[in-house]
Structures are given as C-alpha cells and as structure tokens.
C-alpha cells in the first residue's frame, strides 16, 4: 500500500523521521505502516474532556492491534462554560478554527495517512471536520458521550441546563444563591458534554448523518461499553478506509450536508449547527447554502424526538430509542441514500434492517411530535442576510412580536437594565457588537435571554441580537445570529432606540420599520463599523481574518 507517510528510503527526511520514531519504540516494520493521528483535546478544566486521555489510550492500543501506528495528537479544548469567562465569550466561537489549524499544523505536517477523532463538547466536532474536510486524509470521529446528571429532592432532574436557567433568576429573587448552589452541586455526576440536545450532542448526531461515525455511535453515554465498543471499532475502520482511500470530501457531500440538516430538524437539535455545518462545507469545498437547505428541509421535517430542552425526554431516553441511527432511518423519504458512510457502506446500506426500539419517542415523517420545525430561517430588512430563531419542539407560543428597541453593546449592559427594571414589556431589547467581528469571535447572549426569564419577562420582550446562544436556550421570542452582524456594515448597526423591531415568525421576517433615506443618514453620520475592539493576540487576528457569519465564520476564504 502506497502511503504519503512513507517517504524514499534513504532520503534525509526519512532518515531524520527514522531516528526520531525509533527512539519512540518503533520498529524498522512498523515505520511501513499504516500512521494514524489519534485527535484528542484533552483538558482538566472540564468534564467534557476530563475522561479523553483514557479512550486516547485505548484508541491508540487499537490501532496497533489492527496494524497501525498511532499518534497522539493534542489540540486546544474549547468549553463553553469555562471559557466564555474570558475576551466577553470570544474565546468559545473562534477556538473552534484554532482547534482546526491546530490539527492541520500535526497532521499535514507529519504527513500522517489517517485521523481518528475523539469528538467532545460543542466546537471540537465541527473543528475536527473542518480539519478533515480541509486536509482531505481519511477521518473517523468517535463521539465521546454525555454526562451522567442528577436527581433533585423533588424527582426533577438536575442537569447543567437548570443550573444554566436557574442563575438568571438570583438577581431578581426567583432563587437563592444557596438553593442555586445545591442544584449545582448535583447536576454532573460524571465527565461527558452536557445531556440535553445541545450543541455538544447535536453535534454528535450530525457527524453520524455526514457519515464520518461508526452507524449508530450516537449519541452515547461517556465511558459506557457502547462508547469503547466504537472506540476499539474505529481502528479498523480508519485502517480500511486508509487502505481504500476514502477521504472526507468522498463522504461529506452535498447530499450528506442535506442529510445532516433533516436530522438536526428532526431532532429540535441547537442552532450553532448551522454555523457549523456551514464552515464544514466551506472547509470540504462543497458549495451548499446551508441556511438555504433548512429553509427548504423546514417545509417537509418536523420534530421527531423531543429531548430536553425541547421536550420532555431525556437523552438516556433517546439514545435507547435508537439515536441518531432511528432518526436517519424515520427520515429515510428526504435523505439522499446514496451518500457514502466511513465504512464503505451506503447510507442505504448502514440503514437497513435497523428498527427502531421506541417508535413513539422517535416518531416517522408523518406523524411527528411538533407541528412545526424548531429551526427557522427569518430574513427582511433587520437581517437581509438571514437570522435563526429556535422553537420548543412540543409547546406552542407567540409567533409574531413587534415593539420599540432597546438597543444595548454589550450583554452586561442588557442584563444590568433587565435587573433595574429599566427593560419594559413590548420592547425588542437588540443587543449587538457581539457577532464574530464584533466581540472579535461571537460573544454569548443567552445570559441576556435568561436574564429575561429570572425577571418574568420571556415573551414580554422579544430579543434581536447578531450573537450566538447557548444549544440549551429555548425560550421566549429570540431572533439569534442577526447577518450582517453589528461589527461591520449593515441595517443591524444603524438601529436606534425607539425604532420598530417587528418579528414574524410564520412569515420568516425580521424588519425594521425605518425608511431608508434615514437609514442612509445614519449610515453617513455615524461611526465607522467596529472591527472588534482588540488588535493584538488570537481574537484581533481572529477578528481581521475571520469570514462572514453566512460563509460560517471560517477563517478560510
């Protein structure tokens, strides 16, 4: 087998990379082997990743018994929670490209012939398909699981989405910070990435429907057998796929990016996915108009499972119903079949005779649990490049909302107003400047949402923002990810307060009420556009680098 990793014996790079791996332990017979990365991003500084060094291990002990040579590489780790306390949250967003030439700089460097990627918290699965698509070697991801959370005195569940929820309610009374600290001391019980259907498992559940996992690998509960059975699997798999020269751009198709946005649909799954998924595609060199492909896909699919927060099941639930597996085969009328799998198989193929275990939880096309899909694509003069709003998956609310705006810079700013009173129903609070550019690397606006509801405001005031929110954000009316953002040139940086906000939701529009001779006046009078407020380190270069958010924010261009 002809490999890349193998360079002419003899030649002073062989040499070199010869004298280096043998000391390593490497035989003369293993240097002719199949060399694969094994990508983890490890990290103590949360749970997400805590237990990765230990499936690393078992991973690189595969690949040796199925006739590899594994590499363990390392990468930054970015977490949400713990991260987004620095650079006002921009940190999160733009680690997830950090995290991409991270793996380009180890593989491509080395010339290794294969990856095998240990899938975590929300930006290190699209970070690592970024990589894959834009190196091109072949790739498996191995989603790494959920936590284990847990039970409160009343029965409820306690996870870190009611710590999240609840801690907006401290400031206006609604809880203590004692009884918030005793639902934050049970709500992990394990390491694993959160277990509602946030970005983190939404996430998993698109590299499945991409065709870059093992059939079936999710979602899956972290260190459970199910999860190191994928993890020892994925080693012949990735030396197969080596061997056949099955690469991410073979596999990650317009059609595959087609059948991963039916089943974030299908699974009321978190709105960061389409940013994701469009970055992919830019990284793949697949032209597909993601925001395009949900709008279209909105039209036929409608939630078929309800976990948490859109819904009333847990993920434990889900995943017993079948997961990611039993929704691709519910969906199997809109999805392309002949899209490629890692393993060779069509999806067609991977899918058939499966059943799924609970067709209640994971209901058919025809008989789903909302009335409505939960991801809508809203555009008009606000947002001319598009926007999203997530819906629950089985509650019905307010769909339309037109008020004054309140316009805000900064989140702290919004949430010190809402805690004063100062935030009045029927406003639009806007919040901008929190976008890529703009924060520099998408600042998180949930806090403001949450605000909101500890102050008994959710669908008394509308919120109109160019940030990013939280796949565990589920409330009210929240028009997110507003293009083009605040930071650069556009209608969302010329709003005042008092101007008319209107949301429709049912006729997928955003508008602002403003003619536009006086937009025009603004546009001249005002301030050049923000180009994010920091000129030195990784977010000023981010922030002078970094792609539309339309184009999934890349720094790829």
């Not at 284990?148 to 609840?166: H, K, N, R, T, Y």
Request: hydrophobic share 40%; with cysteine.
């Amino acid at each position: 087998m002809e490999l890349r990793s193998n360079f002419p014996v003899g030649s002073p790079r062989w040499a070199t990379r010869r004298t280096q791996w043998k000391v390593l332990g490497l035989t003369d017979e293993d240097l002719t082997k199949p060399k694969i990365a094994v990508v983890n991003s490890s990290s103590k500084l949360a749970p997400c990743f805590s237990h990765l060094d230990d499936i690393a291990d078992r991973v690189c002990e595969a690949v040796r018994e199925a006739g590899g040579v594994a590499f363990e590489i390392r990468t930054v780790a970015p977490t949400d929670f713990i991260m987004a306390a620095g650079g006002k949250g921009g940190y999160v967003l733009s680690s997830r490209d950090l995290l991409a030439n991270d793996v380009e700089a180890a593989v491509e460097g080395a010339m290794l012939d294969g990856m095998i990627c240990l899938a975590s918290c929300d930006k290190t699965t699209p970070g690592q398909l970024m990589a894959a698509g834009r190196i091109n070697v072949p790739t498996i991801v191995i989603p790494c699981g959920y936590q284990p959370c847990g039970v409160l005195d009343s029965g409820e569940p306690a996870d870190i989405e009611e710590v999240f929820i609840q801690a907006g309610h401290v400031a206006t009374g609604g809880i203590t910070v004692e009884d918030l600290c005793s639902i934050s001391d049970r709500a992990i019980k394990g390491p694993g990435v959160c277990t509602g259907m946030g970005t983190a498992n939404t996430m998993h559940i698109v590299a499945e429907a991409l065709g870059m996992t093992l059939p079936g690998a999710a979602p899956v509960a972290a260190n459970s057998p199910k999860m190191w059975d994928n993890a020892a699997r994925s080693a012949t798999a990735i030396l197969d796929a080596v061997r056949h020269g099955r690469t991410p751009r073979s596999i990650m198709t317009a059609g595959a990016f087609r059948n991963a946005a039916a089943a974030v649909l299908a699974v009321s799954g978190s709105i960061n996915s389409v940013k994701h998924l469009q970055a992919i595609a830019v990284e793949t060199g697949v032209d597909v108009d993601i925001n395009g492909l949900f709008t279209e896909l909105a039209e036929h699919v409608r939630p078929l499972a309800a976990v948490r927060p859109s819904g009333p099941d847990s993920i434990e639930d889900f995943e017993g119903a079948g997961g990611a597996r039993a929704v691709l085969t519910q969906l199997k009328p809109v999805l392309d079949l002949h899209a490629t799998t890692i393993t060779g198989e069509s999806l067609n193929q991977a899918l058939d005779g499966f059943e799924v275990a609970d067709p209640e939880l994971i209901r058919p096309l025809d008989n789903p649990r909302g009335v409505q899909a939960t991801i809508q694509i809203l555009r008009g003069s606000l947002a001319p490049e598009g926007s999203i709003v997530k819906l629950s998956a089985t509650e019905k609310r307010e769909d339309r909302f037109a008020g004054p705006a309140r316009v805000f810079e900064e989140a702290a700013a919004a949430i010190s107003a809402i805690e004063t009173g100062a935030v009045l129903p029927g406003e639009v609070l806007v919040l901008r400047g929190v976008g890529p550019v703009g924060t520099p690397g998408m600042g998180m606006a949930s806090n403001v949402v949450f605000a909101l509801n500890g102050a008994g405001l959710t669908g008394k005031v509308a919120v109109v923002t160019d940030g990013q929110l939280s796949g565990l954000v589920n409330q009210g009316i929240v028009v997110g990810e507003v293009k083009p953002e605040g930071g650069v040139d556009g209608p969302l940086r010329l709003v005042r307060d008092g101007d008319r906000v209107a949301i429709d939701i049912p006729a997928r529009t955003v508008d602002l009420d403003v003619p536009a001779g006086e937009l025009d006046h603004r546009r001249t009078e005002s301030a050049a556009p923000r180009s994010g407020g920091q000129t030195r380190g990784w977010l000023g270069l981010y922030a002078r680098n970094v792609s539309p958010l339309e184009h999934g924010a890349t720094l790829s261009r």
